[in-house]
Structure formats: C-alpha cells, structure tokens
C-alpha cells in the first residue's frame, strides 16, 4: 500500500543499520511496489546519465523496509519511505536528518523499538551528482552529525529532558542544536519514556523532540534554553501544544495521513509521518530561519483499502520563522488545482497506492493512500508546487513524472496502460571496459504512457553468444540489479538474449509476464567505458479498456525503435493469440522508426503478446523484443480455473476451520490467522500462493492476503503450504458489509517447471462480527396476570468502521421464556431490529419466570442471548 506510510499497526524488534553508499534492497513491495523496489542493487560504476542509482535499503524487524531514494546534486540529501511488506499501509515515524545521516523511529509500536539510522551521501559513486527521485530531505551535506572536535574540548555539563503533562508511554526522538551556530548535538532518549539526556557546553540552545501513541495524538514540542555553567533541566510541555494540519471546506473530507516537520537554518530537519486519524500538535516557536512544515492526504471519511476514496486531497502549506498559536492552514477547494488520474490494471480490481512527496527546497517523505485499480480518482492539489509521485499495486509499481498543476482544472492523465515493456530513450544501460559488459535495465515493467515501471518480483536471466557458441549465461538475478558478463579479447559479433520473467498467474498483474529482447552487436576491447546503445523498442495499443483488455473494435498497435545518438529503423511487427506459438505479421504504415498497424482479436482471446523487429542503420546493432501477454483479450477478463498436468491442491483451511471472529481491536490493530493447504504434483511441489477474497473472482468485492505461501515437503510428492495473514478490520475493510462468506484461491507449481493448479474457489470461510444483545428489561414488574409486559433489548455488532459497536438493524431476534423451576428455554415470538438496533415485544404473561432475547448466528455474525430479566406475575 509513506512510503511513508500511515494507519498500520504491528510490532516491531530491536533494529539499528546503517546504509552502505551503494547498498542492496531486499524484501518485497508494495508495493506495491516500488519506485525503486525491492531487488535492486547497485548500479554500474558509469551507466548512462538518465539511468537513475539504484537505492539504499534496510530491512526492519518485522519485514518493513527503509528505503533511501538517491539524492539529487551536491546540496540535495536523498529522500526516503517506509515499505510495508504487503502493499498496505506502514507504521508511522518519527524522523531526524543531521547531516548525512538519517534517524527513523517508529511510533505508537508494541514492543521494543530503536531507532534505524541510515548513512545519506549525495556525493557518493552511487548517486555521482546526477538527478534522481525527487521528494528529498534537504540539507548541506556539509553539516556536522555531532559536537565537533573544539566543542567537545570544552567543559560541558549534563543536561537531562523531560516532558511535562504526558502521560503517555513513548518512545521519542530528541535532537538540540546550538541556536547561534546551529551546531547539532545527540540526544540519548530511553525506551518508552519521554525522557532524554547530553552533555552541552555553555551556549543558548533550542531543542527539538517528537513522539506519539496509536491513534492517539501526536507531539513535535520544541523549547529554547541556555547552558551557563551547572547542569540544567529541560521540560517540553505537551499542554502548551496547538493542533495543527490543514483544512478544506469539503466537509466529506478527512485526513489519511500527514507529515509535519521543523526545518533549522542549516537545512536539517525533524519530524513526523503518518497517522491516519491521529491529530498532530506542536509548540508555537519563533526561531529566525526555521520554518513548519505540513504535507497532508485527505480522503473520503470511511474510505479504507477494501473501499478505497474516489477523491484525494494533496495539500501543502508552511509556516516561516514563527509557528502561530493556531497553526492550521486553510484552503478552499476552489482554490485548489484539480484533475483526474485513471489507474489502469492487469488482473482483478482491487485497490493500489498513490504516493506523493512536495519538491521544495526544505524536502519531505513520501505519503501514501489507497486508490482505485481499474478505476477513477479525482486529486485536489496545491497549485504551483512541484510533486514527485509513485503509483502502484502489489509489487508492481509506476514513477510518474513530475508535476506542477495551476489552479482550476487540469488535463487528465491515465497510469498503468498496457503493454508494459522498456519505453525508450537510454533507460537501458548497456557499457564496455575493457572485456567487461554491464548490463543495467531497472525499468523493465514500464507502461506504455512513459512512466517508468518495476516489478519487485520480477527476474531476469542473460545469454551471449558469438558464432553461435554460448559465452556466458546469467540467471535468476532481480530484475532491477545491475549484471556484469565477460567479454573475450577482441572485436568480435555478439548475440545477447535477456529475458525478463515475474509471476504471470498473480490475479492482480496477469500481464506482461516475460519480456525478451535479443540484440545482435559487434564491439572490441575499449580502454574507456564505452555505452554500446543497444536500441529497444517500445509498444502502444489503442482501445484498451481499464483492465487492459480489449474492446468491440479492433485494436492498434504501434511500435516505436529507440535507438540512442543512431538511425532507427522499425523492420517487422507481429502478434500472437496462442502464447507465441505462433506469429502473425501485422501489415504496418508508418516512418521508419515508427510503424502503426490494426491487430484482429478473436473473441475467445485471452492474451496478446507482440513481437517487432528493428536496428540502428549507423551501427548496424539489431533488436528483436517480444512481450509476451502484451494486452487481455475480451476472454482474459474473466479467466478461469487451470490445471496443466497433474499437480493438485486440496484440504485447504483458513483460521484452523474457525469462523474468524474480528472483536474488541483497537482502530488499526491486527487479528493474526493462518491459511493451509496441501499440494502435490508427481515430481513435487515448488511453491504456492493463496489469496482471500469475496465476491466474485475475476470483479471482487474485496481482496486480501494476496500471499505466497511456504510449502514444506511432506514426502517427494506432497507438501504442506501455509501462511499467516494479519489483518486490521479497521483499516483494511471498514466496511460492515464485508463481513460474511469469504473463499479462498490457491495456486501450487510442480518442481519440473511445468505442472501449475489454479485454484479459483478452493475453499471458504467465514468472517464474522460479534454480535452482543443488551440485557433483556421487562417492565412492569411485578405484572398482573394477563396484563401487559414489555421487553426490550438492542441488538449491536463489532463495528469494522469505526471501534465499538453499532446497531444491528434488520435482523431477526427470538424472544424466550423460562418458567421458574425449569431449565428450558421456550421461543416465544420473533421480532426484527430496527434502526437503532432495538428489539421490543409486548404480550400477556401467565407464570413466573426469566426472559430474555436470542440471536441466531448467520454468516455475518455470531450468536447472541442477552442477559435474563425474572418478572413475577400476581
């Protein structure tokens, strides 16, 4: 689903890391998805200019990522995000740059936390100067991390921190600097106290912490103070904190999430991202040449990842110098930039992400919030700032450009078009020195409009060959790494195949699942890096439909040879409807590097791939590039059920064949569930997946716990497959509605790379809320015999929108009667709920003894019985 990210809730471990100038990225996006995904390692010693550097990343204790976006010159710091493991929301965070190095601290977390520190250097090999990502955390890299070498010579005296009116358990991050020379000093906090301590000498101070709990409010405080010649004791006071945030006039609007954070006079920065409903308070300060600064993501009130807000607000604002004593921006919607994003799929609809950060000299992080896949989503944007964004669903995700709108409203712009393939221009780096060849192409799932895709997913394998013996061969790498193949002495003519592969049989990305590109170059031994600017081809198809699929008419195609500082000329282009069996040549018009062409789709098409040729007629270097499931045809919409050979899955069980019953969590929390099934195949089990959804397969009402598996062998052939799913009803259903019968999709593949069972309605299980019926009052009491009584109750449910309960309206509930001196209840009639919930009967009773009200679980809810009330009657 932040990067950083808000609302979601687990706990975490112990974790401190430090990143490398070019360091790894492991784990998995969200999601989605990454800009730049998991995966990725560093990029060649000199690729060429517009290949952005690959990122830094460290893995925290429960799977999350920190990843440090490359920076972008010599007075720009890297910006960076929070990765959540599944595509959804991440924690919320406490954050600090000093200089080069980056604090992370998560908030409002069960368990031990510290904080993550990660080395920036804008000026490393890595990121060597050139422009990267934007949305970055501003400051002279210049600027010292701790006490210099002179203050730390001088006499210095203890200074201990407090904070004042909490009563909150927190762990905080404290940063103080000197306020005449802005020199920063380290703060040692301890865990879950909002206490700190540093040895200072003599200086006039100003200080900085912030902290915060659970969907509870949250605090950045600051405080002046001097150091003369004797310990001090520093209090920041909570009370004395204002909320702050922006606000719209469309009531139908709440926040999703937000960033504030302080910037100082030498561009180092604290803060705090995340925090759904969580308010934001912090402490009116005038300090010359600091600045407040607040990022909020509004949505609609209710909207959660299941239900995703059609309408998203990207607002900005700062306060300079002073924060007033009422820091809260507002706007109105009339003042504001407004426009329209399609999001466009490849499988299900489902819910994806959008992620923005404001370009501004003071830098900031990425926030994320839910957006519909195959679907609509009307942006309310501050006008005349720049923007970087991120979009994406599962681990697929888009870099769309970025964007400054004007104030009223704005051209469109669609995200996620088929087919997705390298788009063009010198994205692809391929280089020689000497008898080495790297090889570097991070964009490998682009989509067709330009925007520059990865798939964290995804693994790509190499082939040379010259005079039709293998050179070399490379496979399994991520597909976003760099790879690097010896050459033998000499000029000779190479054949290079790179065939990039991901999971095709994910329900949410069912296209593009292998690119192949095979080049046909000569090249000698250099002395100098030399860039060989091998040529790629990109694909644009009309008439596709928000899955990708296509319509009544036949589509177009065109295809576009890229070949860098060369003459492009576009040879052949064809299609195929039966998995590249085999190839029809579509007849084509067009220039010699562009051609346009209509392809005919059977109405029993699942899939098209697309195939063209073409060369660079200045170097001779030749290209071939095949996507294959370049876009759906009418029948890869609804896909159905496959068994290739004789793998088979069964026993499948969600929650230990329990109903699972979501109760009495706190808003963001999490239930924790297992999902097993068995697998077998004649040659073995390779892995598995499994997915949680209601409503139909292929147009859900609502998917979750799209999760590989973990197939351990029972014996050669058979294998137990089972996972764990954490899910926070709050943030990813809030919606009542969705409780009830979900089913369970299952996917195993055959160790001989050839038997798969997909698995659409494997199983089903229920989830349910709890219902409670108030206790049952009778009145009056006593009763004269066959006199009137009353009896009431109220019918309630866990509520999955808001925490509590609500009422349970509609639903059928048995009163029940038990004569004194007997164990047995009676039904005596049924009633239904009504819109507050309330049940209430009257009738003529004859014998003493207990009433009370019934309720019959149903799919969607548990059994209930209220509590007895006795009535004599005389």
Request: hydrophobic residues 35%; aromatic residues 8%.
């Amino acid at each position: 689903m932040t990067h950083i990210r808000s609302t979601g809730h687990t706990g975490r471990g112990r974790q401190t890391a430090r990143g490398a100038a070019a360091g790894t990225v492991t784990g998995a996006l969200v999601a989605a998805a990454a800009l730049l995904s998991p995966g990725a390692a560093a990029a060649p010693a000199a690729p060429a200019p517009e290949v952005p550097p690959a990122v830094t990343a460290t893995t925290l204790a429960d799977g999350e990522r920190l990843e440090v976006l490359p920076g972008g010159g010599v007075a720009t710091q890297p910006g960076f995000r929070i990765v959540s493991q599944d595509g959804g929301p991440a924690g919320r965070y406490a954050y600090a740059l000093s200089g080069d190095e980056l604090t992370v601290l998560p908030t409002g977390r069960t368990g031990r936390t510290t904080p993550t520190r990660a080395d920036l250097d804008p000026r490393s090999e890595q990121t060597g100067g050139r422009p990267g990502p934007s949305g970055r955390l501003a400051g002279p890299s210049s600027a010292p991390r701790g006490g210099t070498a002179d203050s730390a010579a001088a006499a210095t005296y203890p200074v201990t921190f407090s904070v004042a009116n909490s009563v909150q358990e927190a762990g905080s991050l404290m940063r103080v600097w000197n306020s005449t020379t802005w020199q920063p000093y380290d703060v040692e906090t301890e865990q879950f106290a909002l206490r700190g301590t540093a040895s200072l000498p003599p200086g006039n101070y100003f200080a900085l912490t912030v902290y915060g709990s659970y969907d509870r409010p949250n605090y950045l405080l600051a405080k002046s103070f001097k150091v003369t010649s004797a310990a001090v004791k520093v209090t920041f006071d909570q009370a004395g904190a204002k909320e702050t945030g922006i606000r719209t006039d469309d009531g139908s609007v709440t926040r999703t999430t937000a960033a504030v954070s302080a910037s100082l006079p030498n561009g180092q920065i604290m803060g705090y991202a995340g925090g759904g409903r969580s308010q934001v308070f912090v402490t009116p300060f005038i300090a010359s040449g600091s600045a407040l600064h607040i990022h909020e993501v509004q949505g609609r009130k209710g909207a959660s990842r299941q239900r995703p807000s059609p309408v998203r607000y990207d607002l900005s604002h700062t306060f300079e110098r002073a924060v007033p004593a009422d820091p809260v921006a507002k706007v109105r919607q009339a003042d504001l930039a407004e426009t329209e994003l399609t999001v466009r799929g490849g499988g299900q609809y489902r819910s994806g992400f959008l992620q923005t950060v404001p370009n501004t000299p003071y830098g900031g992080v990425y926030l994320s919030s839910n957006v519909p896949v195959a679907g609509f989503l009307t942006e309310y944007v501050t006008p005349g700032l720049s923007f970087s964004r991120i979009a994406g669903y599962g681990t697929h995700t888009f870099q769309l450009p970025d964007r400054t709108l004007q104030q009223g409203v704005n051209r469109g712009e669609s995200v996620g078009r088929a087919p997705y393939a390298p788009t063009g221009g010198k994205k692809y780096a391929a280089s020689r020195l000497r008898d080495d060849l790297v090889l570097y192409g991070p964009f490998s799932f682009s989509d067709s409009d330009g925007a520059f895709g990865r798939d964290a997913g995804a693994t790509q394998s190499y082939r040379l060959s010259t005079d039709g013996e293998t050179v070399t061969e490379v496979t399994g790498k991520p597909a976003q790494s760099s790879v690097s193949l010896k050459l033998p002495p000499g000029r000779k003519t190479y054949e290079l195949v790179r065939t990039v592969t991901r999971d095709g049989e994910t329900p949410f990305s069912r296209l593009s699942d292998k690119l192949i590109s095979e080049w046909g170059f000569t090249s000698g031994t250099t002395t100098t890096r030399t860039d060989l600017g091998l040529p790629d081809i990109g694909f644009r198809v009309s008439g596709l439909g928000l899955r990708n699929e296509t319509g009544p008419t036949p589509s177009r195609v065109i295809a576009t040879v890229n070949a860098p500082d060369g003459t492009p000329r576009l040879r052949g282009l064809e299609f195929s409807v039966d998995g590249g069996t085999t190839w029809t040549p579509i007849p084509v018009e067009g220039t010699s590097a562009t051609a346009e062409g209509e392809v005919p789709v059977p109405q029993n098409t699942r899939y098209v791939s697309l195939r063209a040729t073409g060369s660079d007629e200045r170097t001779g270097t030749t290209v071939r590039q095949t996507v294959s499931r370049a876009f759906a045809g009418p029948a890869g919409v609804a896909l159905p059920p496959r068994t290739v050979g004789a793998t088979a899955v069964s026993g499948v069980t969600v929650n230990e064949n329990k109903p699972l019953v979501l109760d009495g969590l706190a808003h963001g929390s999490s239930a924790v569930f297992p999902v097993e099934f068995t697998a077998t195949d004649p040659s073995g089990i390779a892995g598995g997946s499994f997915l949680l959804y209601q409503g139909a397969y292929n147009k859900p009402d609502a998917v979750l716990a799209d999760s590989t598996a973990h197939c351990r062998p029972v014996d050669a052939t058979t294998s137990t497959c089972s996972g764990l799913v954490s899910l926070a009803p709050h943030t990813e259903l809030g919606d009542n509605a969705l409780a009830g019968v979900w089913k369970v999709a299952v996917a195993a593949h055959a160790n001989d790379g050839q038997g798969v069972a997909d698995q659409q309605e494997a199983g089903a299980f229920r989830m349910m809320r709890k219902a409670v019926l108030a206790a049952a009052d009778a009145a009056p009491e006593p009763v004269t015999a066959g006199g009137d009584l009353t009896v009431t109750s109220r019918l309630t449910a866990s509520d999955w929108t808001d925490e509590g309960y609500a009422a349970y309206a509609g639903q059928p509930v048995t009163l029940q009667f038990r004569q004194s001196g007997t164990t047995a209840w009676s039904d005596v009639r049924t009633v239904t709920s009504g819109a507050d919930g309330s049940v209430t009967t009257t009738l003529r009773p004859w014998k003493n003894g207990d009433w009370r009200w019934a309720f019959a679980a149903n799919p969607a809810a548990t059994a209930a019985s209220s509590a007895a009330d006795y009535v004599e009657v005389k």
